[in-house]
């Protein structure tokens, strides 16, 4: 890694790859990027995460497959599993003869997750500084019990995301973002009214129109009604007939997601997903 960084060129620079070369990283550049990783500043100091390094051809295969066949996950040389690790505290606590946290189940999972998106962000950019790419992938809570059985995490560990990385194929496209007028507020919370807003929705999603046909309306329809109500549902669907298109929420949302609702975690399956791994989100600890 050069020893002077341009952060700011690191920043904007910085892009998600979902297209990799198989060549391996070398274990010096993993090195560099675990010990980037544990720098990071973790909640109490406590670092309530582990990372899993995933290697394996048919690991990778079953997580590109867990992923929603994203299959650019098996080419890619390296995943790492982030995990929120209520475990290693634990054990040291017992360990030691000490309580082992308090509000432990709710502070494990949240602080866990921030700690775990702090450690994988600090290793993204050392990736960037060393000519790597990387792109996140949230799916896996949808199915963390799967992912638990093929890593074989154990009770208090659940993963949080998968980070894959590997040397991109092409340099890709930067991502356009919000300006910064959207994102941030001064001293109190404030709506931006509409007719600001959605100009500077479609200059950051440009408008990208998804074809309409029968499967996509009705889906769209179905979901529209479950969120809002018949009514609305009506209107917005006069809406895309009229245009004759459908804006890129209205994909997302109402068609490419939905489209597998079987494989979409509840907050009830997932509470019960945390009660079998040990974390009881009533469980004060106290
Ligand atoms: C938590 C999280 C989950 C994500 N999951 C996926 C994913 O499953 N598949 C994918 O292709 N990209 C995924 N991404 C990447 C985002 O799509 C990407 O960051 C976003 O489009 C902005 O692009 P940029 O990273 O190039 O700025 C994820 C990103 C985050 C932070």
Redesign the pocket.
Known sequence: MAEWIDLEKLLKD???C?SFKPDPISEDVMTRLYDAACSAPSAGGFQRISIIEITEPEKKEALARI??N?NFIASAPVNLMFCIDGRRMRRIAEYEGAPYGQDYAICTLWMGIVDASISAQTLVLAAEAEGLRS?????VVDRADEVSELLELPKYVVPA?MLTLGYPRSN?Q??R?YSRNVIVHRETYHDMDMEELYPQHLAKCGTPRFAVNDTRCAQLEKMLRRQYDAEFAEKAMARVHEQGYLTAYQYWFGCYYPSNEDAVMTAEDYRVFLKKKGLDLNETGL
Do not use: A, L
């Open positions: 910085r892009r998600t979902r992923s929603r994203q792109c996140y992938n949230g799916n995301f890709g930067r991502s973002k």
